[in-house]
T-cell receptor, first 114, second 114 residues
Framework: GENVEQHPSTLSVQEGDSAVIKCTYS??????FPWYKQELGKRPQLIID?????GEKKDQRIAVTLNKTAKHFSLHITETQPEDSAVYFC?????????????FGAGTRLAVHP | GAGVSQSPRYKVAKRGQDVALRCDPI?????LFWYQQALGQGPEFLTY????????KSGLPSDRFFAERPEGSVSTLKIQRTQQEDSAVYLC????????????FGQGTRLTVV
């Protein structure tokens, strides 16, 4: 089955700096890669996703890149703000039987210091 | 409701007790997933429903775990004879379709087995 590795586990940046989180996956059949943000005690919320037919996607300060050959994808946050502080999870979708079963990484705790 | 609703938010159970966790998905969503999130980890897949049909229960850790969605809307995750290792946050997610839709998460039920 699919396995997703995520690095780093913690990341501390100064406000205004960029933050990069990297994930690798094992199943070449995976074709959907969402990123979720989870604030303390709250639900995971989708912030951006990418499909395997696209190499890069941007949404304001957030971008995701995908390298299918190397089986890795990354989240880039530019001009970080204190409200970006949260745990970020990457996931890969193991498309099986007509549905997307998300396999998550272990998470990255991002701290943005004013 | 506007989002996925889970109840109770918190549950403390004595070891050996049975518990039932409820999930109210977004109205009209076909797909419903249960995930288990241990402290400091990413969500781990437990089971998947498409309408009332349980199509995948490969992530259920033991036969003490049972899930149902009898009318294709509300779902219940039941854990029998709870053990300390069952302590975790149990997240429910729903999506409009199974194959291509964003998964919306509930806030989860934090289960503590003492």
């Amino acid at each position: 089955g699919e396995n997703v590795e995520q690095h780093p586990s913690t990341l501390s940046v100064q406000e205004g700096d960029s933050a990069v989180i990297k994930c690798t996956y094992s199943d070449s059949a995976s074709n959907y890669f969402p990123w979720y943000k989870q604030e303390l005690g709250k639900r995971p919320q989708l912030i951006i996703d990418i499909r395997s037919n696209v190499g890069e996607k941007k949404d304001q300060r957030i971008a995701v890149t995908l390298n299918k050959t190397a089986k890795h994808f990354s989240l880039h946050i530019t001009e970080t703000q204190p409200e970006d502080s949260a745990v970020y999870f990457c996931a890969a979708s193991e498309f099986s039987g007509g549905y997307n079963k998300l396999i998550f990484g272990a998470g990255t705790r991002l701290a943005v210091h004013p | 409701g506007a989002g996925v609703s889970q109840s109770p938010r918190y549950k403390v159970a004595k070891r050996g007790q049975d518990v039932a966790l409820r999930c109210d998905p977004i109205s009209g969503h076909v797909s419903l997933f249960w995930y288990q999130q241990a402290l400091g980890q990413g969500p781990e897949f437990l089971t998947y429903f498409q309408n009332e049909a349980q199509l995948d229960k490969s992530g259920l850790p033991s036969d003490r775990f049972f899930a149902e969605r009898p009318e294709g809307s509300v779902s219940t995750l039941k854990i029998q004879r709870t053990q300390q290792e069952d302590s975790a946050v149990y997240l429910c997610a729903s999506s409009r379709t199974g194959g291509d839709g964003e998964a919306f998460f509930g806030q989860g039920t934090r289960l503590t087995v003492v």
